[in-house]
């Protein structure tokens, strides 16, 4: 697989799934001398090369042949939580097809301390150099796993004293009033369709997010990155608790 972009570049380079780096001739020294550093292979080529294997300009002059990105289990990200002694904090995606949105969703779920991203495997984009990219290095630290029924695996949370939010820009329920203590599962849907039935049915509550302006939605990523982050704010010591 292609991936390009400086910063994915260099944490797959960090975990070890670079054979080889192609790199613009005109690059700056320093980056170069990075690159070079992990003793990978690198080859300089002209730009106009690197656009068309990336099939876009935006590869900031770099591009590496690694191995594809591999989907992690749903037992992966529940023993990870186990593993650090932390409460459960996972993001379960309902029909997030855009790479955009899922790659910045990936990224905003890494830094703000999830332990996964789980998405239905015929309701989603593939983990795809553009998903990389955008996550920014995120798919390196971050387990990201499919399942074949979402609300099914919703049922089998909540079986294991999983709390499950479901993002609703109708909902009644203020994101803010909420307590994120526990074991906890934040679903997101698709931008315009938002959550399907049967995934809104199976959530224990739905939530919304406050809006002043006039445009009454927010981006499907912006809105997970807001209700990650209220989260950790309420798991924080001191935090919104019932």
Same mark, same amino acid.
């Given at each position: 697989? &292609?991936?390009?972009?400086?910063?994915?570049?260099?944490?797959?380079?960090?975990?070890?799934?670079?054979?080889?780096? &192609?790199?613009?001739?005109?690059?700056?020294?320093?980056?170069?001398?990075?690159?070079?550093?992990?003793?990978?292979?690198?080859?300089?080529?002209?730009?106009?090369?690197?656009?068309? &294997?990336?099939?876009?300009?935006?590869?900031?002059?770099?591009?590496?042949?690694?191995?594809?990105?591999?989907?992690?289990?749903?037992?992966?990200?529940?023993?990870?939580?186990?593993?650090?002694?932390?409460?459960?904090?996972?993001?379960?995606?309902?029909?997030?097809?855009?790479?955009?949105?899922?790659?910045?969703?990936?990224?905003?779920?890494?830094?703000?301390?999830?332990?996964?991203?789980?998405?239905?495997?015929?309701?989603?984009?593939?983990?795809?150099?553009?998903?990389?990219?955008?996550?920014?290095?995120?798919?390196?630290?971050?387990?990201?796993?499919?399942?074949?029924?979402?609300?099914?695996?919703?049922?089998?949370?909540?079986?294991?004293?999983?709390?499950?939010?479901?993002?609703?820009?109708?909902?009644?329920?203020?994101?803010?009033?909420?307590?994120?203590?526990?074991?906890?599962?934040?679903?997101?849907?698709?931008?315009?369709?938002?959550?399907?039935?049967?995934?809104?049915?199976?959530?224990?509550?739905?939530?919304?997010?406050?809006?002043?302006?006039?445009?009454?939605?927010?981006?499907?990523?912006?809105?997970?990155?807001?209700?990650?982050?209220?989260?950790?704010?309420?798991?924080?010591?001191?935090?919104?608790?019932?």
């Amino acid at each position: 697989m &292609l991936l390009y972009g400086r910063n994915p570049v260099l944490e797959a380079l960090r975990d070890g799934r670079v054979t080889e780096v &192609l790199v613009a001739r005109g690059v700056e020294d320093a980056f170069v001398r990075e690159l070079k550093a992990t003793d990978v292979r690198v080859r300089f080529a002209p730009r106009i090369e690197l656009d068309q &294997l990336a099939g876009t300009t935006a590869h900031q002059g770099v591009i590496a042949e690694v191995e594809d990105l591999e989907w992690a289990t749903v037992d992966d990200i529940l023993d990870r939580a186990e593993s650090r002694g932390e409460d459960l904090l996972v993001v379960l995606l309902d029909g997030i097809t855009d790479p955009r949105n899922f790659g910045a969703i990936i990224r905003s779920a890494e830094v703000l301390g999830a332990h996964g991203v789980i998405v239905e495997e015929r309701r989603s984009a593939p983990l795809s150099p553009v998903v990389a990219k955008t996550a920014a290095g995120a798919t390196s630290y971050l387990p990201v796993a499919q399942t074949k029924n979402l609300p099914r695996l919703i049922d089998q949370l909540k079986t294991d004293g999983v709390w499950v939010y479901g993002a609703a820009g109708e909902a009644a329920r203020d994101l803010r009033e909420l307590d994120y203590r526990g074991k906890l599962a934040l679903v997101i849907g698709a931008e315009g369709e938002g959550l399907r039935r049967l995934v809104r049915e199976k959530c224990d509550e739905l939530v919304s997010i406050p809006v002043r302006g006039r445009v009454q939605s927010l981006n499907a990523s912006v809105a997970a990155s807001i209700l990650l982050y209220q989260a950790l704010a309420g798991r924080e010591p001191g935090g919104r608790g019932k």
